[in-house]
T-cell receptor
Framework: ETGVTQSPTHLIKTRGQQVTLRCSSQ?????VSWYQQALGQGPQFIFQ???????GRGNFPPRFSGLQFPNYSSELNVNALELDDSALYLC????????????????FGAGTRLSVL | AQSVTQLGSHVSVSEGALVLLRCNYS??????LFWYVQYPNQGLQLLLK??????LVKGINGFEAEFKKSETSFHLTKPSAHMSDAAEYFC??????????FGTGTRLLVSP
């Protein structure tokens, strides 16, 4: 059973650029959540995808968008990068839908560290 | 608003000493609570979870936590710290629709 993998591990971009981060879910998981973890802070929920549809969104602007593919892997896209977007981006996968409750544990990848200069 | 507050951004203990990491929550509905641990350059790993039932929850690596509704607390403890326990610990509240709300984290430092 493979765990959650994220790529790339590190990324450096300049302000105004666009970035795509990738996540492969744990085998059999159909739900992916993305989190932003700024330095010294806890992860903040960005959004979640269930069966290729967005299923909930945190307090992030529309320039943060995502996709989930039929194999349940996922992408996080950020347009018009700002300096404050510098953070560790975490992907978590789980099995279950919106009503499955906390019974389904979220399994996290190691993250992508994004630096915006 | 549903939130968690972790008291102390850093906790230092000696190897073999008791570990106590504090967490208080605010929730308008019966809470589901978790503790996650984050080792350097690794993903978050679930230590333990409380949903319903027994208020003393045992997790991996000898950690346990007690849910106290009257105190709105969910403190994490371990009787005897090990050097390998040094990491960042997050108290987490489940708010519904699989959305997790994280505390700001507590870094545990273990000295020999």
């Amino acid at each position: 059973e493979t765990g959650v993998t994220q790529s790339p591990t590190h990324l450096i971009k300049t302000r105004g650029q666009q970035v795509t981060l990738r996540c492969s879910s744990q085998s059999g998981h159909n739900t992916v959540s993305w989190y932003q973890q700024a330095l010294g802070q806890g992860p903040q929920f960005i959004f979640q995808y269930y069966r290729e549809e967005e299923n909930g969104r945190g307090n992030f602007p529309p320039r943060f968008s995502g996709l989930q593919f039929p194999n349940y892997s996922s992408e996080l896209n950020v347009n018009a990068l700002e300096l404050d977007d510098s953070a560790l981006y975490l992907c978590a996968s789980s099995l279950g839908g919106p009503t499955s409750g906390s019974k389904n544990i979220q399994y996290f990848g190691a993250g992508t560290r994004l630096s915006v200069l | 608003a549903q939130s968690v507050t972790q008291l102390g951004s850093h906790v230092s203990v000696s190897e073999g000493a008791l570990v106590l990491l504090r967490c208080n929550y605010s929730s308008s509905v019966p809470p589901y609570l978790f503790w996650y641990v984050q080792y350097p350059n690794q993903g978050l790993q679930l230590l333990l979870k409380y949903t319903t039932g027994a208020t003393l929850v045992k997790g991996i690596n000898g950690f346990e936590a007690e849910f106290k509704k009257s105190e709105t607390s969910f403190h994490l403890t371990k009787p005897s710290a090990h050097m390998s326990d040094a990491a960042e610990y997050f108290c987490v509240l489940y708010t519904g629709f699989q959305k997790l709300v994280f505390g700001t984290g507590t870094r545990l430092l273990v000295s020999p």
